[in-house]
């Protein structure tokens, strides 16, 4: 039984006819007609640079305000965009001016590097290494 090829029958014009029908109709329901494109923001976009000798780089293109501002206020800095943190990560630096102005006359809290006369002997002797300590 298996080896016998099985015979198809023959189907009429009208059934064939009705079959390519519903495929079509079933296209057209499918299709749509996209006018609007913009850029997929959950995708990295890739620029291509241009060719060195295109003629389109020495024309000169009008500059467009709202495409400015959106740079500008992209390239500011996290405090000058939001009036508070938008992460809890921001939160660690977002005020960084010190809570006392510091005093660098203060003796307990500054100690500044000082030479004198044996501290600048002792600093060139340990600048010239083992070799020049022992000539």
Do not use: C
């Amino acid at each position: 039984m298996a080896g016998r090829p099985r015979e198809k029958a023959a189907q009429d014009e009208v059934r064939q006819n009705q079959i390519l029908r519903e495929l079509y109709l079933r296209e057209l329901r499918a299709q749509r007609l996209h006018t609007e494109y913009h850029v997929n923001p959950l995708r990295q976009v890739h620029t291509v640079a241009r060719k060195p000798m295109s003629w389109h780089d020495g024309l000169e293109e009008p500059a467009d305000a709202k495409f400015l501002n959106l740079i500008h206020h992209a390239s500011q800095g996290p405090r000058k965009k939001y009036p508070e943190t938008q992460t809890e990560s921001q939160e660690i630096g977002w005020d960084s001016e010190p809570l006392v102005d510091p005093d660098r006359s203060d003796r307990r809290l500054n100690h500044f590097r000082v030479y004198n006369d044996i501290t600048l002997y002792k600093a060139k002797m340990w600048s010239l290494g083992e070799e020049g300590r022992r000539s």
